[in-house]
């Protein structure tokens, strides 16, 4: 079944990839402006440069966190739309939503590095994660259960590795939030176990087949 001529969006897919790979690279870009380097007047000593180094350790850390966060769903996304033979205006909204949450990453992302010992500052960027993870998962959602968009030799059952891994994402920034309300420091270390859940997910995928 064919879709309806009110929802199909009448320009090129290319246009629509090329304004969501801007924003996650320019989002990407611009984590490293929470990096900041400390002014040259503050420090006076090689002990002081060394302090000044440490601090820099939370920032970093939730630097290399969303970068690598953000690329993971970036590459989600590119293999979604891969499979999609057409775009709807529903699915276009999903789309902007999700990188009006992109956009905010740099932000929540400078915001936790900053303030790495309160949980509120955890929980800004365990919920701007949750938010964009979450529309993700909603988008694989959305196009498995219309199957119009999907190109003619993909078949609904070839979105279910990609829909289990980015759910991913949303439930450990849940759990994240949950952490953080209980007074927990650090909240967002919970992200270092994507790579572990990543690998049960494909190999309990293969074991499947």
Not at 9 to 38: C, H, K, Q
Not at 79 to 88: K, V
Not at 126 to 148: A, D, I, K, P, S
Not at 155 to 174: C, E, H, N, Q, T
Request: glycine share 6%.
């Amino acid at each position: 079944m064919g879709p309806k001529p009110d929802t199909r969006i009448l320009f090129s897919r290319n246009r629509f990839e090329a304004l969501t790979d801007g924003i996650f690279a320019i989002a990407m870009t611009l984590l490293v402006l929470g990096l900041g380097v400390p002014a040259a007047s503050s420090v006076s000593t090689e002990a002081a440069l060394d302090d000044a180094l440490l601090n820099l350790v939370p920032d970093f850390v939730h630097y290399c966190i969303a970068f690598l966060i953000l690329h993971g769903m970036w590459v989600s996304h590119h293999i979604l739309t891969r499979t999609m033979e057409f775009i709807d205006r529903r699915f276009l909204s999903i789309n902007t939503l999700l990188l009006m949450g992109v956009a905010v990453i740099p932000f929540s992302t400078a915001f936790s590095g900053d303030f790495s010992d309160a949980p509120v500052a955890a929980m800004v960027l365990e919920g701007n994660l949750l938010f964009v993870g979450g529309l993700l998962f909603l988008q694989w959602v959305y196009v498995e259960r219309n199957e119009y968009l999907l190109k003619s030799d993909v078949m609904k059952k070839d979105l279910s590795l990609g829909r289990s891994m980015i759910g991913v994402i949303p439930l450990l920034s849940f759990l994240g939030i949950l952490l953080a309300l209980l007074g927990t420091t650090w909240s967002t270390a919970i992200y270092l176990f994507i790579p572990l859940i990543f690998f049960w997910i494909r190999w309990r995928h293969r074991s499947s087949r």
